[in-house]
């Protein structure tokens, strides 16, 4: 009898048993590789921001760790980390102040005021001139509304003062023809509001409005284009396509602006400023220089500070959790 052996060939892979090629994986690089490839590949976007960054750190990082004055008993001699600990004593000690509330008030007001007029006027502006079509008259009143914000904030407040002169205003000399008494305007404490906030939306409505022009043009034309065929009016286009495109920028300005409302501008506050209407001139960031550079009391100009930042902190993260939830956009959106 012969006997037959069966050779088998040998098992494939079973990448090939199942008609597969295996694919080599690409090596994983670390952070630290690709870090160091888009350093070398983008090295001028790096450089740019070197100047930027080491501005935030020098000049807004570093001093944070000097605000410890705040809970100390400061003395120049000693030093911030040398001075005598205190606790919350000259936090309780500016509580406990009866201008506090004067301050938290005149501040509070002046700066709502400030950002309820200064909101909407620019956002007007800017759609009025996304409108028109004459282009020279259009750059005619860009420049007229934008060039106020070059000027400096002295200035501005010198040509308030002689516009407002009881005596050499031309506005007393307005109404004098119709018969009414000059006025003190910025004797008077009721108008100091006013004179502050519209001063100061003359002198940043055009700046604003360029935002918000940059906005709207880049809104796609074609969504104009359908408005129109389906016999939109000007006013329908603005309020259906305009508006809603420029909601973002604004809900993000509105949020900064809010978040900022406790530090309103020292330098117009104080300019303005004279013994006749400390009444509602009297700002927090006014009250910090003179405890701070004219008392020469750091510790409670520092709490006081410290105590204005916080309260900023507050309001900029709530406004921004209720504008996330209301409009969908925020800040970290």
């Known amino acids: 009898m012969s006997a037959t052996f069966e050779v088998k060939p040998a098992p494939a892979p079973a990448a090939s048993r199942a008609g597969e090629t295996t694919a080599r994986k690409p090596p994983r690089t670390s952070r630290r590789t690709q870090a160091g490839r888009s350093l070398r590949r983008h090295w001028q976007l790096y450089l740019l921001i070197v100047v930027p960054l080491a501005y935030f750190v020098i000049f807004k990082y570093i001093p944070i760790a ?26 309780e000690l500016f509580f406990q102040n009866p201008v506090f509330w004067t301050l938290v008030k005149n501040t509070f007001l002046l700066s709502v005021y400030t950002v309820l ?56 000399d307005a109404i004098g023809l119709f018969g009414v008494p000059s006025v003190d305007f910025l004797g008077n404490p009721n108008y100091f509001r006013h004179i502050y906030v519209w001063s100061d939306v003359w002198q940043t409505t055009g700046y604003s409005a360029v935002i918000y022009l ?18 939109a009016s000007r006013l329908q286009r603005i309020r259906h396509v305009d508006l ?6 604004a809900v993000i300005i509105l949020v900064l602006g809010v978040g900022n409302i406790m530090s309103i501008g020292f330098e117009k506050a104080f300019l303005l400023q004279n013994p006749l209407n400390t009444q509602q001139s009297e700002i927090i960031a006014t009250y910090v220089y003179k405890t701070g550079l004219l008392n020469a009391d750091f510790s409670m100009a520092t709490a006081i500070g410290l105590f204005n930042s916080v309260i900023n902190l507050f309001l900029l993260l709530g406004v921004n959790f209720v504008a996330k939830r209301i409009t969908g956009n925020g800040l970290w959106s």
């Open 244 to 249: 809603p495109g420029i909601m973002p920028t």
């Open 214 to 231: 940059a906005a709207l043009s880049g809104i796609d034309p074609a969504l104009h284009e359908s408005a129109r065929i389906d016999g």
């Open 117 to 172: 007029a200064s909101f909407p006027i620019p956002i007007i502006l800017a759609i009025a001139l996304n409108e028109i079509r004459n282009g020279r008259f259009k750059k005619t009143v860009q420049l007229v509304t934008y060039a106020p914000y070059f000027i400096s904030t002295v200035v501005v407040v010198s040509m308030t003062i002689l516009v407002l002169s009881p005596r050499l205003g031309f506005v007393n």
């Open 66 to 91: 000097n605000a410890v004055i705040a809970f100390k008993d400061y003395s120049p001699v000693k030093g911030p980390w040398g001075s005598d600990w205190v606790g919350f004593k000259n936090f």
